[in-house]
């Protein structure tokens, strides 16, 4: 995955397994586990792993970026028992790194590595990690340093654009739209393509949050990053909030990787 180093589980440290049942709102369809079901999971079972480890519940974790490489999206089927394998990969002075791994038994069903911001829960500005952190992850980290620059372009002249409606159930609890809700348009575009077609890999950044209210505009760019390249980009007045970039697969399903 260009830019994401996919790093191996550690031998040593801190490695929390969770489990997530696929439910029928979870699969296109086609079949296909989808990039939203994904993306919830990873985020649960982060959220699982910071409350098993007694992270300070003052602190908050707000997503840079997350890149999803995908392994067989159509193995998982309704009913079907995942398990949720995650550890910190790296560490930067207020944010860390944190890889998933989601498994059917033998099967890898996709694999995700994202840069995780600590805030501070009554302010939402980051704040350094701290000894707490270290003691409970720092070992499994093994002192790899990770940036959280940003990568994706702004979206060009040419880029197609429409209103993007959004829900009052895209929100959650903190009161933005949820992490989980931003792929919604990416499976609006991939429901009109050759059904034939999947994700070889997808990645999404961050700039901002979306708040109740705001107008928001979804623009599209097609193959200019290649010929099967899908990008997306949620604005506000024209500020990007979120970016998603898809790497789809050719029709003949090529072989996977993993």
């Given at each position: ?50 409350a ?7 602190r ?20 079907d ?23 059917l ?32 992850y ?48 990416v ?20 700039r901002?949050?979306?708040d ?29 909030r ?17």
């Amino acid at each position: 995955m260009p830019g994401d180093e996919l790093v191996p589980r550690p031998a040593r440290g801190r490695v929390f397994t969770g489990s997530a049942r696929v439910r029928l709102a979870d699969l296109s369809r086609s079949g296909r586990l989808r990039l939203d079901a994904i993306a919830r999971v990873v985020q649960d079972v982060a959220s699982d792993d910071a409350a098993d480890a007694g992270q300070q519940p003052d602190r908050a974790w707000v997503v840079r970026r997350l890149a999803i490489e995908i392994g067989d999206d159509r193995a998982a089927r309704l009913r079907d028992d995942l398990t949720l394998v995650t550890w910190c990969s790296g560490v930067g002075p207020r944010w860390a790194e944190r890889r998933t791994d989601v498994e059917l038994g033998a099967t890898t069903v996709a694999r995700s590595v994202a840069v995780w911001v600590l805030v501070d829960g009554a302010t939402g500005r980051p704040v350094p990690l701290g000894p707490e952190f270290d003691a409970a992850y720092g070992e499994a980290a093994g002192g790899r340093r990770v940036g959280q620059r940003l990568r994706h372009e702004a979206p060009p002249p040419g880029a197609s654009a429409a209103p993007w409606p959004v829900r009052i159930t895209d929100f959650d609890l903190l009161g933005h739209v949820n992490n989980a809700a931003y792929w919604m348009p990416v499976e609006d575009a991939l429901a009109a393509l050759d059904p034939r077609r999947g994700v070889e890999r997808a990645e999404i950044e961050f700039r901002g949050g979306l708040d109740p209210g705001e107008p928001v505009e979804l623009r599209r760019s097609d193959g200019t990053g290649g010929d099967d390249d899908l990008r997306l980009w949620l604005t506000v007045a024209g500020e990007v909030r979120a970016s998603i970039l898809v790497h789809l697969a050719p029709a003949e399903r090529a072989p996977r990787r993993f």
